[in-house]
């Protein structure tokens, strides 16, 4: 079992940063790849990033890519999002998720979800 708790939204105006964490509790969260999702109102959960177990391998949405970076410290078992540039369209709920089967980007290949965060980006 591993349990995530995520933080660091808020709202934000467009162009703007924020960084979210996702801390991880339970068994071993280096042995995960570490993937965030976004969920808007009145649509269904979309990829954002995903990086491995170690760190060295990460996949993006083509929406995000060169805006975000995702990164993980596994010693303080926490993952982050950076999002730089933000858009409206990228308001959201963001969710972060484990899975053990690698470098995934559809929502069945996580087996742990946390609770999500509110990222609201303002014109």
């Known amino acids: 079992q591993v349990q995530l708790v995520e933080s660091g939204g808020g709202l934000v105006q467009a162009g703007g940063s924020l960084r979210l964490s996702c801390a991880a509790s339970?068994?071993?969260?280096?042995?995960?790849?570490m993937g965030w999702f976004r969920q808007a109102p009145g649509k269904e959960r979309e990829f954002v990033a995903v990086?491995?177990?170690?760190?060295?391998?990460?996949a993006y949405a083509d929406s995000v890519k060169g805006r975000f970076t995702i990164s993980r410290d596994n010693a303080k078992n926490t993952g982050y999002l950076q999002m730089n540039s933000l858009k409206p369209e990228d308001t959201a709920v963001y969710f972060c998720?484990?899975?053990?089967?690698?470098?995934?980007?559809?929502?069945?290949?996580?087996?742990?979800w946390g609770q999500g965060t509110q990222v609201t980006v303002s014109s």
């Open positions: 339970g068994h071993t969260f280096s042995s995960y790849a």
């Open positions: 990086i491995e177990w170690s760190g060295g391998i990460t």
């Open positions: 998720a484990a899975s053990d089967g690698g470098i995934l980007s559809y929502t069945r290949a996580y087996g742990y």
